[in-house]
């Protein structure tokens, strides 16, 4: 994810520090603005998936599920052994096979103590993949505000798919419906009828949606 922010030497903090229409053509500025959002979406990515492992293995039922699988890897284990046993005449003495399950359970108690370190370094993870996202966030902002929005702003009203088709899909429609968002907090643009769930879903789910809706969504300026 760096080696893409660091392709044109730009990070946020030079961004927000320079002049973008003097610098930059507007051309120049979408390739930016996809190039940030690829990595917002990645971010977004990383993030889903960790907060996912965390539920499932620090969750409230997370105790049982490592129970099961410690339950499964004895299983795995007895089953390893009967093969060995069976296709390979690999028979251990009675006390091996004790000592090895002896050894599986420690190496599970130790695990079980350390699960709220483990869950630690998890969020840590959590938190940083939040922070990239609001940074690339941020980002696609500042390069909209020299690109995006004005393109908006002169061809109002304007529908997100009318955007999409102009912008020959480079953007995802969900990250399109969010930075135009901002444009409507900040009372610059107004939004018309748009169905419930795409103003509360997160953009990985709300982009598959968006496709059905895209042509019905118009912005306007007030500008």
Not at 2 to 8: A, E, G, T
Not at 25 to 50: N, V
């Amino acid at each position: 994810m760096s080696s893409v922010l660091n392709n044109d030497g730009l990070i946020a903090k030079d961004i927000s520090n320079q002049n973008l229409d003097e610098g930059l053509q507007r051309a120049d500025l979408y390739k930016l603005l996809k190039e940030r959002e690829q990595c917002w979406w990645q971010a977004r990515q990383q993030l889903i998936e960790r907060q996912e492992k965390k539920m499932f293995w620090y969750g409230d039922n997370s105790l049982f599920m490592w129970l099961l699988w410690q339950l499964v890897g004895y299983v795995v284990v007895a089953m390893v052994l009967m093969l060995l046993n069976n296709f390979l005449n690999v028979s251990l003495p009675l006390w091996q096979y004790v000592a090895l399950f002896v050894l599986q359970t420690v190496f599970f108690i130790g695990m079980l103590a350390a699960k709220g370190r483990l869950e630690n370094q998890l969020q840590r993870k959590i938190d940083n993949n939040e922070l990239m996202s609001e940074e690339m966030l941020n980002e696609m902002v500042i390069l909209a505000e020299d690109s995006l929005y004005p393109d908006v702003h002169a061809k109002s009203p304007i529908s997100l798919k009318q955007l999409d088709d102009y912008l020959d899909g480079q953007l995802h429609l969900a990250s399109l419906q969010c930075l135009l968002q901002k444009e409507v907090d900040a009372g610059r643009l107004i939004i018309g009828d748009q169905p419930l769930e795409m103003g509360v879903l997160p953009p990985e789910l709300a982009d598959g949606d968006l496709n059905e809706h895209a042509d019905e969504i118009f912005y306007k300026s007030t500008l």
